[in-house]
């Protein structure tokens, strides 16, 4: 778990002291600026998930309003089991459970913009890094992945599956992708007309 605080050299005793009292294996205070963020999360270009190294790294996301501590334990036990096991291809996973400061993205009104989720407050999602070996194993990394993300979904009460689309597995709609109102859509397909005509970028998670 990182807790980052802008600003400061060292992280307000009133956020870190609720999960120092729990007891933590390692503790380890650092300072930095925004160019060492992606250093100390482990997503740094000289780090695995960013490397060439033939590897799969599909993840699962979901956007979520709170944590449900059911279906966060039903997960911790989903995941736990699928990546500790003796013949475990999944054994270089990782959860990110990530949350950021909200009152920027919440200043500004729900109907201002097409983007969709600002009354989201969490991003959650499993990473199955895997050496690829065969459809079988694709599939199996799919099924975990979607499994741990439905337990999420359902725990959730949401009634529409809101996912990240930069971590977009595939499978998901482009309604879960940008928002299931149809305005947003059509808003979307109008800008995308206007600055990619040609459809250029159009190969990833298209709205058009």
């Excluded at 990182?2 to 060292?10: A, F, H, K, N, S």
């Excluded at 380890?28 to 190294?53: E, F, H, R």
């Excluded at 109907?111 to 194993?137: E, F, I, M, Q």
């Amino acid at each position: 778990m990182y807790l980052i605080q802008e600003g400061v050299d060292t992280v307000d005793a009133a956020y870190t002291k609720p999960f120092l009292d729990l007891g933590p294996i390692v503790a380890t205070p650092s300072s930095g600026t925004y160019l060492d963020l992606a250093k100390w999360t482990g997503i740094s270009l000289s780090d695995t998930p960013c490397q060439l190294t033939g590897n799969a790294n599909p993840r699962f996301p979901i956007y979520l309003k709170s944590y449900n501590t059911t279906a966060q334990r039903q997960v911790y036990n989903l995941f736990a089991q699928a990546t500790t096991n003796a013949s475990t291809p999944f054994s270089n996973a990782l959860f990110m459970f990530e949350g950021y400061s909200t009152q920027g993205v919440k200043a500004i009104s729900d109907g201002a913009t097409a983007y969709a989720y600002r009354s989201d407050n969490l991003l959650v999602a499993p990473l199955l890094t895997y050496k690829p070996n065969g459809k079988a194993l694709d599939d199996q990394a799919f099924k975990l992945g979607n499994q741990m993300r439905q337990i999420l979904y359902q725990g959730s009460g949401q009634t529409s599956l809101n996912t990240y689309v930069n971590y977009a597995y595939g499978d998901e709609t482009p309604k879960a992708w940008y928002g299931a109102d149809k305005w947003r859509q059509d808003r979307l397909r109008s800008l995308k007309s206007s600055y990619d005509p040609n459809g250029k970028f159009s190969f990833y998670a298209p709205i058009a």
